[in-house]
């Protein structure tokens, strides 16, 4: 792993701020709001040639062309042509590394000391009837296909009007709404992650084992297919009841007229309504969190801030015996390396490269590689390319071994650290993570992004000073204060660390929560649509 450590410690804002993360980086990144001026004296005493925007690279040295630019002790690219010292080092003026192969990597080689368990730490939970724990008491209305969407919308308005006040335990009721369902070539080779993937989301601990479905009649994505029978877990049949799945289907013969469908969907949601607000809190391990972490809208810091405090935070978690998801697979695909080093067996590496492997195919089969998944904001912010956004995003993951793989869409079966293999979309991502089973969610960011979620709390983490005091009422965490002197990667860890547990138990809601900010679910489709 990149060490962390940077040359910011009590420096105050106004004098030339710089971040330097390796011992053999030859560049460094501006720490100060605004960027440097030209003519700008570094504490080094170099003179900067050009002004230097904030999060940018500054030439430590000479670079001839050709000449590798290091940061986080790796090349991130190849000058183009020379580079003098105190220049501002941009995409530009690099060319990007090949991606490492899929060959002679290192396997479970790293063996990291066992740190002590974390003890005695809770949190108010809901616990089901499978054994989950939910942070969340939601009830989850799913979908089979888009075209019911807009009668979902108009029943879930009117249940929250009319029958949610009635029901003060249940949070919220949300609509599992997605593009999927029809015109798809539904037995395709890929076809099965969209459906797991939708299945596996309404089994979320966040809704209970409550299980409602609203169909077409006529769509490809038929609710047996979605939810064949046993899908939901035995323990959750009550009195003995045959358990059956309970489906509001729109071109039904009963249904006639608008107001007649409505009518159904409040009616059977009710049901599930009352046996949600059955349930209680209780004080439960924080083993029993299940986090997924991610990042978007990423910059320069995020490597240096926000994620290395998330990464911290990861460690403290798996201490504590719960489950952390990392994510986003052209993101973390050129530190292969790290990744598959720190695998608990060589099972575990070998399915590392087994899903790097199949998206490397996916993307060559849409003509592109990963140096597509860099954008215009994660460049604004001094990211150069994806090879040193890669770095900066694997440092979420923290330093425990990785002991479980997921492929996109499957459900989460052990504790620990498990790479779950995702596309770096945020939407993606999240929904993908959800599948797994994800009961609170982590997101870091640098450009800054009201992304949200409904189905499960979102723990926002600003990488910069700046973004926190701007976005004030939508960032939960500032880690800025990393590079600002003013607070440790140690000290923003155990903050975020106690943050999820009162964010779990209820006594907080995040920023999103409380502005309602979310975004709709994407079910990952690489299978061809028809």
Known sequence: MPATETAATETPKSSPHTIRMHERDNVAIVGNDGGLAAGTVLSSGLTLRERVPQGHKVALVDLPAGAAVLRYGIPIGYAISDIKAGSWV????????????????????????????????????????????????????????????GVTDSAVRRIKEEL??????????????????????????????????LRNISLNPNFGGEVMVVSLGCEKLQPERLMP??????????????????????????????MSMIESVMRQAEVHLQRLNARVRETVPASELVVGVQCGGSDAFSGVTA????????????????????????????????????????????????????????????????????TPGNKKGG????????????????????????APGEKLKTKGLTYTATPASDFICGTL????????????????TPYGLAECPVIKVATRTDLARRWHDLMDVNAGTIADGTA????????????????????????AEQWKLHNSLVLFNPAPVT
């Open 90 to 149: 941009h995409e530009r003026l690099l060319n990007m590394p090949d991606a490492r192969g899929l060959t002679d990597l290192p396997i479970a080689t790293v063996k990291p000391p066992v740190l002590p368990a974390l003890e005695g730490y809770t949190f108010e939970g809901y616990r089901n009837a499978d054994g989950s724990v939910g942070t969340r008491n939601i009830l989850a209305i799913t979908q089979t296909v888009q075209c019911v969407a």
């Open 164 to 197: 949610l006040p009635r029901y003060p335990n249940v949070d919220d009721v949300v609509a599992l709404a997605h593009g999927y369902g029809c015109g798809v070539a539904i037995d395709a080779p890929g076809a099965e992650i969209p459906i797991r993937t």
């Open 229 to 258: 029978p046993g899908t939901i877990p035995i323990a959750d049949q009550r009195a003995g009841a045959e358990q059956k799945l309970d489906v509001v289907c729109l071109q039904d013969d009963a249904h006639v007229g608008f």
């Open 307 to 374: 994620n290395p405090a998330v990464g911290f935070c990861t460690d403290l978690l798996v201490r504590a015996g719960a489950s952390v998801m990392f994510s986003e697979t052209t993101e973390v695909r050129d530190g292969i390396d790290q990744l598959t080093s720190r695998a608990t067996t060589p099972e575990v590496a070998d399915a590392m490269i087994r899903e790097m492997a199949w998206y490397d195919a996916y993307l060559t089969r849409g003509a592109v590689d990963r140096s597509a998944n860099t």
């Open 383 to 406: 990211l150069s390319n994806i090879v040193e956004k890669a770095m900066g995003s694997i440092v979420k993951s923290g330093s425990v071994p990785i002991s479980g793989v997921l």
């Open 433 to 448: 993570q959800l599948a797994a089973g994800m009961n609170l969610h982590v997101f870091t960011t640098g450009r800054g």
């Open 488 to 511: 440790t990667i140690e000290q923003v860890g155990w903050e975020l660390f106690h943050l999820m547990l009162d964010v779990a138990s209820g006594r907080k809601k995040t920023w």
